[in-house]
């Protein structure tokens, strides 16, 4: 299932099989957490050179409902992406972003985030889920928890996500329908990191994803429990940071031997007027902008920056005009293809080093 | 600038020469009123079909101001668009939306609907405004009324208007950048209506557009002064309905010898869940539609009805994801040029009759 095709350092380039296609690692996956990558159209991502999304087995399961996808042949039917695509359990949204939630021997029992009617979610449940809307990578119902955590409550909530795993496997492996990740926690603990990659590894899954990061520790503690955490990891297997990052963390990432990320930072800061271009940050609602005629990004080569200028996209903002965010979308997402395809050509010319070391200007 | 082609009754397959390109007529215009035709790109436009666009000069004076843009490159640079745009002039932003104004002898003064500030227009400004948007059509500064409206009213109002269409005439004789129109106005009469014709056609400017309609007026009342209005324009030149209308209006306007229209119909529609399709209105929040994996309308070959299920449009409508408004917006759009081309054909082949006898399934 998963090739590595070349190394440079811990890097690797490699090439991941699913049943809607390879995907070439390292590669960022777009958010699409409701079965849209928000204002993007599926065959805009193609053109971008993405070849694998991230939707949200939650979200889908409250609205439009997994049975309904199902019926309607498939997620990917359903969204008219036929790329591969990775469910996320929804851990994260019940344990980080609910505020109320009862942990009971069978699952976990929450309210949904719409209408407040109560759910109740078994580790079996989810993986039924991801299997009913035909997802190529499945992830596990896992506890992360906010960091900083008290040791105590890491320990508590490495425990369930272990146990969690274990019936999620036993479910799995009744009917495999796309690839099992185990998800490793532990906050920002090397040694619970460690027991819960050991504990994982018994399972041997297709591959294993990073999480529990990006909840509220440092950038410093975030890179360094990434570090150690994929050093821990199967060599053979795809390593997935979940919910990372920036296009410097990405690099730097890379360079530990990460092979997957995900994250909402350039969908979400498109939409509130943030780019990511080669010249850093341009936030550009700022009023700087306003006769600028200059592209957003003077070295991208997007349909954002080659057709509309600074000044025109801040007028969308100002005016509120979808445009404005939808463009600023496909602009942060093409510049991330780019970060990726750029990390993926220096792997292949055993040059990451020198992409890491500039990684700030990425 | 206007050749007519071809004739079916009293409707004419035309020709506009603008400074952007030939436009067919009868030609319906994408509403762009601030720069942007809501969620679609420029690009998308010309690949539907569609040749010239509308804007809004009042809109665009306010923000981003019409010297920004001529700094900028004029109108179409700014916002991409590399065929013709016609600017409406504000007349019926200021008279029908804005709940107070002043009419001075020289112009008319309001309150910004941004932000309040005191704004006043004299219809030279509105036709330097234009003349620096770069406008290939130009509508001067009218006064419509609300529907119905007092026959002193209605008088007094086309006085106003006929006396700044004089004003507007001089001040673009000194420079006349885009084609200048008159505007008809007269309410419901037709008394009012013929004098309007006859005292702005005295000006012999490039074309006429009809104003002052959908304003309250019933269907049967529009379609009435239409008729004898657009009957009594000189046959040689473009006529324009403006603001008008549902694809049904466009084809018995079309008999009735108009050639342009422009309406927020498709776009407005599109954006709150309704499709027009050969098989009528689709509501799409509709829960029958909830497990309906058939297009939004099997007739149609747009880039909506190509790739989506009517499922998956009222899922993205449902949880709010931009794709269903701006998909929805594509496909009415679609529509209205796939109406606007039969009825070209129709009038090429003699046809016209048949297209309007079947006008309520358009």
Not at 174 to 194: N, V
Not at 324 to 330: R, V
């Amino acid at each position: 299932m998963f090739e590595i095709v070349k190394r440079d350092g811990r890097a690797r380039l490699g090439r991941l099989r699913t049943p809607h296609g390879d995907v070439e690692t390292p590669c960022f996956m777009p958010v699409g957490t409701k079965a849209s990558v928000k204002t993007v159209l599926p065959e805009e991502l193609k053109a971008m050179g993405y070849r694998m999304i991230l939707c949200n087995a939650y979200h889908l399961r409250v609205r439009p409902g997994d049975e309904t996808v199902r019926r309607l042949g498939g997620l990917h039917r359903f969204m008219g992406w036929d790329g591969a695509i990775l469910t996320d359990s929804g851990g994260y949204q019940i344990f980080s972003l609910l505020k109320t939630r009862t942990i009971k021997p069978e699952g976990v029992e929450f309210l949904s985030h719409v209408d407040g009617r109560p759910l109740f979610f078994t580790p079996e449940d989810v993986v039924d889920i991801q299997a009913r809307l035909g997802s190529d990578l499945i992830m596990p119902l896992d506890y992360p928890v906010e960091l900083p955590a008290a040791p105590a409550q890491t320990r508590a909530a490495l425990d369930i996500t272990l146990d969690w795993l274990g019936r999620s496997v036993r479910k799995w492996r009744q009917a495999p329908a796309g690839a099992l990740f185990a998800i490793i926690q532990g906050g920002l603990s090397k040694e619970l990191r460690k027991e819960s990659v050991e504990r994982s590894l018994v399972h041997d899954l297709p591959g294993a994803a990073v999480g529990g990061l990006s909840l509220g520790e440092s950038k410093a503690e975030l890179l360094e429990v990434l570090d150690y955490t994929s050093a821990m990891l199967p060599e053979a297997k795809p390593r997935y940071a979940m919910g990372i990052g920036t296009p410097s963390d990405l690099a730097r990432a890379v360079a530990m031997g990460v092979d997957l990320f995900d994250c909402i930072l350039p969908t979400r800061y498109g939409r509130t007027g943030w780019a990511f271009t080669s010249e850093g940050v341009v936030k550009i609602r700022n009023r700087r902008f306003a006769e600028d005629g200059g592209p957003l990004d003077p070295r991208c080569a997007c349909r954002c920056c080659r057709g509309f200028s600074r000044a025109y996209l801040r007028h969308c903002f100002n005016v509120r005009e979808i445009l404005g965010p939808a463009l600023l979308t496909h602009h942060n997402l093409s510049h991330y293809a780019g970060v990726m395809r750029r990390a993926r050509e220096a792997i292949a010319a055993g040059r990451l080093a020198a992409l890491v070391g500039g990684a700030d200007a990425l």
